[in-house]
């Protein structure tokens, strides 16, 4: 029995190891065809007995065709089941980042059963990127550069170096295709790898250990800040948004991986994982930090960040200044017949916390804390005598008796009418606050 060179044997432990403790039987990888993926592999075949999916994208680029030939016809010769997805990345600026976006959700779509993707980043991928970051400009967090796992994405690869991938190639002379892409000094990335890692090496000779060990560092202490920002989104999280005064008494570095965390979530987020600078953290947390009085925000790329009384509230900027559809109002009370209409300046209103003492709605909303946006909006029920007897967001009048219903806006394809909870509250609301001496 040949015994396999000991940079084989050495690759294929890491992979068989890194899928032992994940419990996996089967490998799902992102195969391009290069020397890498390659490698990942022929080693997950040879740990799993042959149970390996190959997944490739193909990104239209020039050579792209030729890259799907090579993928199958290796698949072919291996025995090994290929999946193909072919994406339009389109032409202009951040053709890599775009490329890289659409290639990550492919390969997601190919996936389709939710198991882990591996992808074969290695540690000189890895000690690029953090070069990478440091060029762009980047805190703490950016210098932990590739995650060993991220979502459905897994890297077994990242301590092995591409000498020792070539090497793994090059003992089991394995096919592999040559993306001239990963030569076109147009791409930043190919400019670091080939000018600025090899002058980094004459001033130490063990660079790429050094940048990855920083990754490692980084990465540990990002863990810790993570844990902790999320507990703090959990003390600050209100309907609305997030309570101020939490964020603002909490550690910079946490407050901001915070509020990052928040923006970029995907149920309300208002900005991509790259659009949130850290200037504009900085000033998301001063407004944070600020006075606490009326309303101020902060335009960002998708959206708008607004500090409301307390609160920060994002707000998508095509629908900042328009509220949801309002459901209508039906009114029932004995001074009809009622009109119902959005309030005007100069509206004043006897509210029953007053009891009976006559304010201008514009300073009660002020009061009671409404966002500018929920005022703008606002509709009043007017008696037959011209009295303004309920208010959205205030309730009725003082001893004034009178059932509201709101029936909710329907939402696409539903049926209009009235949503029992809706009623509930509203009627509950304008008779209780109608009358606060009970009579």
């Known amino acids: 029995m040949d015994v396999p060179p000991p940079v084989v044997a050495r690759l294929r432990a890491v992979v068989a190891h890194a899928l032992a403790v994940r419990g996996l039987r089967r490998a799902l990888v992102a195969f391009s065809g290069g020397p890498d993926s390659t490698?990942?592999?022929?080693?997950?075949?040879?740990?799993?007995?042959?149970?390996?999916?190959?997944?490739?994208?193909?990104?239209?680029?020039?050579?792209?065709?030729?890259?799907?030939?090579?993928?199958?016809?290796?698949?072919?010769?291996?025995?090994?089941?290929?999946?193909?997805?072919?994406?339009?990345?389109?032409?202009?600026?951040?053709?890599?980042?775009?490329?890289?976006?659409?290639?990550?959700?492919?390969?997601?779509?190919?996936?389709?059963?939710?198991?882990?993707?591996?992808?074969?980043?290695?540690?000189?991928?890895?000690?690029?990127?953090?070069?990478?970051?440091?060029?762009?400009?980047?805190g703490p967090a950016g210098l932990a550069g590739v995650a060993r796992r991220r979502g459905p994405f897994l890297r077994p690869l990242l301590d092995v170096g591409r000498d020792e991938v070539l090497a793994y190639v090059a003992a089991l002379d394995l096919a592999t295709f040559a993306d001239p892409m990963n030569d076109d000094r147009r791409f930043t990335r190919v400019r670091v790898r080939r000018e600025l890692v090899p002058l980094l090496a004459q001033l130490n000779p063990q660079v790429e250990a050094a940048l990855c060990r920083l990754a490692a560092a980084a990465a540990e202490e990002r863990a810790v800040i993570d844990a902790a920002?999320?507990?703090?989104?959990?003390?600050?999280?209100?309907?609305?948004?997030?309570?101020?005064?939490?964020?603002?008494?909490?550690?910079?570095?946490?407050?901001?991986?915070?509020l990052a965390t928040w923006l970029r979530a995907p149920d309300g987020g208002i900005a991509t994982a790259r659009s949130v600078t850290a200037r504009q953290l900085e000033l998301a947390l001063?407004?944070?930090?600020?006075?606490?009085?009326?309303?101020?925000?902060?335009?960002?790329?998708?959206?708008?960040?607004?500090?409301?009384?307390?609160?920060?509230?994002?707000?998508?900027?095509?629908?900042?200044?328009?509220?949801?559809?309002?459901?209508?109002?039906?009114?029932?009370?004995?001074?009809?017949?009622?009109?119902?209409?959005?309030?005007?300046?100069?509206?004043?209103?006897?509210?029953?916390?007053?009891?009976?003492?006559?304010?201008k709605l514009s300073d009660l909303f002020i009061d009671g804390r409404v966002p500018r946006a929920a005022r703008a909006a606002a509709r009043v029920v007017v008696a037959a005598d011209g009295t303004i007897v309920w208010s959205e967001h205030l309730g009725a009048a003082h001893q004034v008796a009178i059932a509201v219903t709101t029936t909710a806006p329907p939402a696409p394809g539903d049926r209009p009418g009235p949503s029992a909870a809706a009623v509930a509250s509203a009627t509950a609301t304008a008779t209780a606050t109608g009358r606060p001496d009970g009579g």
Request: charged letters at 25%; glycine letters at 12%; proline letters at 6%.
């Open 286 to 359: 001063g407004l944070c930090r600020g006075r606490d009085a009326g309303s101020r925000g902060l335009d960002l790329a998708g959206g708008r960040l607004e500090r409301v009384y307390g609160e920060l509230r994002r707000a998508g900027l095509a629908s900042s200044s328009v509220g949801p559809r309002p459901g209508a109002i039906a009114v029932d009370g004995p001074d009809g017949p009622y009109r119902v209409r959005t309030w005007q300046p100069g509206d004043r209103m006897r509210p029953a916390r007053l009891r009976g003492r006559s304010r």
């Open 229 to 258: 920002a999320r507990a703090l989104l959990r003390a600050a999280a209100r309907p609305g948004g997030l309570a101020c005064a939490p964020l603002a008494a909490a550690p910079p570095a946490v407050a901001k991986r915070a």
């Open 39 to 138: 490698a990942l592999a022929d080693a997950c075949a040879a740990a799993t007995g042959g149970q390996v999916v190959l997944l490739h994208v193909d990104h239209g680029a020039p050579a792209s065709a030729r890259a799907a030939d090579h993928a199958a016809a290796w698949a072919a010769d291996r025995g090994l089941p290929l999946r193909v997805a072919r994406v339009d990345v389109g032409d202009g600026a951040s053709w890599e980042a775009r490329a890289r976006a659409a290639r990550y959700r492919a390969l997601v779509e190919l996936a389709a059963t939710g198991e882990p993707v591996l992808t074969a980043h290695t540690a000189s991928d890895q000690a690029e990127t953090v070069l990478l970051q440091l060029v762009r400009g980047t």
